[in-house]
């Protein structure tokens, strides 16, 4: 049975949590510990949010995602493999999310394309056996069967791109029979979904490409 919350008071609980015992909870702990602690609902309204958003400073646009609502399924088991089903809505071949901060370290893997852009501040980015730093304005595409991990502390955002590996055929047929390295990249990845990879992209600071993102995200956490 799904139960619900609102991103900010969920972030609100996960930075609590962290503060005042030191500890750090992975997404699907800190749903069990809500759960316990009746904090989640078992029905709460989306709120009706239009327009456009490339004019809106970083703080403001937090404010929205805060009342976007999340939905939530206590008492499932830890993985270190994600699937789309677990995280990405079955009308939907994109989803998008503020990926949360102070998270416990869980490097993972998942059967789905995952792109992380970081919007501000920087965040810790394992892949594989290897720790760098992801800095703001730059966009890293993360490969299914990658093990990787995202570490975000202090008031950085970043935004989590998850695309359907089985939809991504169709969306960028176009883009596949291209010469250039994203092509090969994907090419490569569809033709073998086996080997880790990933690419890095410095936007620097592309307002276009992150309005498109937010109105995206907007239209993601809309309620069909």
Avoid at 79 to 95: G, H, L
Avoid at 165 to 194: A, E
Wanted: glycine residues 4%; hydrophobic residues 35%.
């Amino acid at each position: 049975m799904p139960y619900y919350i609102t991103y900010g008071e969920f972030q609100k609980q996960m930075t609590n949590f962290y503060r005042q015992y030191g500890k750090r909870m992975q997404f699907v702990e800190m749903t069990d510990y809500l759960y316990r602690k009746g904090l989640l609902q078992q029905s709460l309204e989306m709120p009706d949010v239009n327009g456009f958003f490339e004019n809106m400073s970083d703080d403001d646009f937090e404010d929205i995602i805060d009342s976007f609502v999340l939905s939530l399924t206590p008492q499932l088991p830890a993985s270190s493999s994600v699937v789309e089903t677990d995280i990405i809505p079955p009308k939907r071949d994109v989803f998008i999310i503020r990926h949360p901060k102070f998270t416990r370290p869980n490097p993972h893997t998942h059967n789905f394309f995952e792109i992380n852009y970081v919007v501000r501040g920087s965040c810790q980015f394992t892949f594989e056996d290897e720790i760098t730093t992801l800095q703001e304005g730059e966009l890293c595409i993360i490969a299914p069967s990658s093990k990787h991990d995202i570490l975000i502390e202090d008031h950085s955002i970043v935004y989590t791109i998850m695309l359907r590996k089985s939809s991504f055929d169709t969306i960028f047929f176009s883009l596949l029979s291209g010469k250039d390295l994203l092509s090969y990249f994907f090419r490569k990845i569809l033709q073998d979904d086996t080997s880790p990879n990933f690419l890095l992209f410095k936007t620097g600071q592309n307002d276009q490409l992150k309005a498109s993102i937010r109105n995206a995200m907007v239209e993601c956490h809309r309620f069909d």
